[in-house]
Structure formats: structure tokens, C-alpha cells
């Protein structure tokens, strides 16, 4: 059995977002085609990933990715594992609740606060995305969200959390969430003790449109998934995983019901699951591997940093050279920073190029463009 595919045109003010709902409610049941997002960026994308083209009568989303690093692929979402997710999710933050959508539905992180909120039965509140985040949008929804009775949730990346931070009406809003669920990039150590200072309850998620988004939250892998490290390698389990990828012609991930992510990780002393970054991202400095993650933590506990990116970049000596691109105010020395990182990653850690920058390249739902940061510091 197949049915149709059918390209999904984000919309970014609050109406025509909420007017998705019922062509999502019918993708999840079946009654209507299977959707792909795409924005007035990616004309190319449907073509690319076949939107004339029947899929499986089990799959309800098409989910674009990877494009920066070549070919696009799409992640296959069956109806079964994108409401798998949800539950999971609801079970874990206490329930179903009212949740605030402050990021684009062109992602899973941004179409599972649609889901979860049809399959609890609320109308969700959507900040207006017309001329782009701003804080002041997001805290007129929130104090919507805010008045109706029962439990309230939101979904935030990081940079997002940082803008809303350092506006007081904003952390305002912030505090009234029973759980704000953190995306697309890591939550800095520093910026987690800040929300805890402030009374923000921010649960930092792993996930990826291959898992129907987050499914382990705050190290601890949701209701029904498994996780295992194959040397180093994040491998996943669960319903909530995709059926496979569309436009996809390399080894499959998928084998035997797990997923070979292409993630670095590691077991916390205290059983939680620590993601270091991605494989392919970690450097070898004469012969000695370097977690970029490891470094970014490091440099992230030095005074007025802000942000901090770590790239391997290529020398004839060492093989790879640790660079590290920061934003901060006021600016460190570039000292400060080497001593930090010796201290808490270790020698083969230390930046040999460090360089300052009013603020990362971002690709995607608020991950740094590494490709373009290896350029910049090369």
C-alpha cells in the first residue's frame, strides 16, 4: 500500500501556522497525504527527494536533511513512531499540557509540539516568526500559553534561550513553563546553572529527525528507548525511529532495529548519557583524539564567553590542530582560554588558533555551521 507525498509550505505567522492542524491531524491518521516541509529557501527540495513519488502508507512525515553536507535525504516518519515520541515525552515531563511553538515546523523539533499538542487535546499557542525570533513576540505568546489551566511547555535551542535570558519580561515568561525542552545543539554547563539560578526549568534533549526528535532527556533515554556505545558511537532503539531515508543510496544506519547515529558519546559517573558531538568531528592531534565538546565546556567556564565553536583543522606536523572560534564579552585573553582548556581537557586539548567572533554561523534549528567555521579558521 502507498499514498501520496505532498510538499508542506511553512508558513511563519501564528494563524496560518495553526491552520496546519488539521492536514498534520490527517497525515497521522491516514486520511490525508503524507507531508514533506520545505520553505521558500529549499525550492529544490521536493524535486530531490521525489515528492511525485508514492511512499509507504505508513509514513505521515518526510523530514529533509543533511543537505549541507551533500545530496539531501529524507528521514521517513511513520504515523506510529512521531506519536511514539510524544507520549513518551508527555509521560516524562508529567503529562500532557499547552505548549508554545517558538521555532519553525520546517523541522521535527518545531512539528512535535503540533503533534504532541493534537494528541493531548490543546490548542497550542504560536509566537509570531514573521520577521524572525524576538523576544518580545515570544513573551506575548507565553503569557497566553500562561493563562490557561494545566501544565505549559515549550521547546527552545539554545541561542533561542540565551536572547530570552537576558530580557526581563522574557525570563519572566520563562519561569511559568513546567518544562522547557532544549534542541538542536547542546546546553552549555554555564548556561544550565544559570537556569537553575533563575528558576528556568530547561531539560536538555538528544535527537534528530532520524528519532522523530528528542529521546533522551537530560541523559536519561525516554520510556521504551535503548542505548548502547559501539566504541564511542551512539547507538539507538525505540518506536519512535524512523522506517529509513528517501533519496538515500549510501549504507543504511538502520540495521536490526538500532540506529548508527554518526554521534560521539559516553557514560556520565552517574549512569546519564554524555554526547560529545558528532564522529566525524573529532580531532586528531598528533595521534591523541580530542573531543570538541570537551574543549567547547572548557572554554565556555572562562569569563565573559558567550559561545564557542571547536574545529579540527589539517597540519603536516600534528595531522590535525584543535581551533577554537569564541564569542565573548568582555574578551578574555587568548591565555585565559589555553589555561582553562589544560586544566579541565588536557594538553592535547589546548587551542594552537583561537579567534574572536561577534558570533557563530548557525545552520539549521541553532546548530553551528562547522563547515564554515573550518574555512573562517583556516
Known amino acids: 500500500m502507498s499514498r501520496e507525498l505532498r510538499a508542506l509550505p511553512v508558513p511563519t505567522r501564528p494563524a496560518d501556522v495553526l491552520a496546519l492542524l488539521p492536514t498534520l491531524a490527517a497525515a497521522l491518521t491516514g486520511d490525508g497525504p503524507a507531508l514533506l516541509p520545505v520553505t521558500p529557501d529549499e525550492p529544490g527540495l521536493p524535486a530531490a527527494l521525489g515528492v ?22 529524507g528521514a521517513l516518519l511513520a504515523s506510529d513512531a512521531i506519536k511514539a515520541s510524544a507520549m513518551a515525552t508527555h509521560a516524562r515531563l508529567g503529562g500532557p499540557g499547552t505548549w508554545l511553538l517558538a521555532m519553525s515546523v520546517r523541522y521535527i523539533g518545531g512539528l512535535q509540539v503540533l503533534v504532541r499538542s493534537l494528541l493531548a487535546g490543546t490548542e497550542p499557542v504560536v509566537a509570531d516568526l514573521t520577521d524572525g525570533f524576538r523576544a518580545e ?6 503569557f497566553t500559553a500562561l493563562n490557561t489551566p494545566g501544565r505549559h511547555y515549550t521547546a527552545l535551542v539554545p541561542t533561542q534561550l540565551t536572547r530570552l535570558m537576558a530580557d526581563r519580561d522574557a525570563l519572566e515568561a520563562l519561569r511559568g513553563f513546567d518544562a522547557i525542552v532544549m534542541g538542536g545543539a547542546a546546553l552549555s554547563d554555564a548556561a ?5 539560578d533563575e528558576g528556568v526549568n530547561a531539560i536538555p534533549s538528544y535527537g534528530m529527525s532520524e528519532t522523530a526528535s528528542g ?18 558511537r551512539i547507538d539507538i532503539r525505540g518506536p519512535m525511529l524512523a522506517d529509513g531515508y ?17 554521534d560521539h558519546g559516553r557514560w556520565a559517573e ?9 564522529l566525524d568531528d573529532v580531532i586528531n592531534t598528533g595521534g591523541v583524539k580530542v573531543a570538541p565538546a ?7 567556564t572562562v569569563k565573559g564567553v558567550e559561545d564557542a565553536c571547536v574545529v579540527g583543522l589539517p597540519d603536516p606536523e600534528w595531522g590535525q590542530i584543535v581551533a577554537a572560534a569564541v564569542v565573548a564579552d568582555p574578551l578574555p585573553s587568548e591565555q585565559q582560554l589555553r589555561d582553562a582548556v589544560r586544566e579541565q581537557a588536557g594538553r592535547a586539548a589546548v587551542p ?12 539549521g534549528p541553532g546548530k553551528v555551521d562547522r563547515a564554515s567555521l573550518r574555512k573562517a579558521l583556516g
Not at 544550565?192 to 537553575?196: D, F, L, S
Not at 528517501?246 to 554518526?262: K, L
Open 52 to 73: 511525485d513519488d508514492p511512499v509507504d502508507d505508513r509514513i505521515a512525515l518526510v523530514i529533509g536533511t543533511s543537505g549541507s553536507t551533500g545530496a539531501p535525504k
Open 137 to 142: 513576540n515570544f513573551t506575548k505568546a507565553a
Open 192 to 196: 544550565r546553572q544559570r537556569c537553575r
Open 215 to 232: 529521546c533522551v532527556y537530560d541523559g536519561v533515554p525516554l520510556d521504551g528507548v535503548e542505548i548502547r556505545l559501539s566504541d564511542g
Open 246 to 262: 528517501r533519496n538515500f543510496d549510501g549504507p543504511s544506519p538502520f540495521v536490526d532495529g538500532w540506529f548508527h547515529t554518526s
Open 270 to 278: 552517574d549512569g546519564r548519557l554524555e554526547v560529545l558531538g558528532r
Open 294 to 300: 570537551l574543549v567547547e565546556r572548557a572554554l565556555m
Open 352 to 363: 594552537k588558533v583561537v579567534r574572536f567572533l561577534p558570533a557563530l554561523p548557525l545552520l
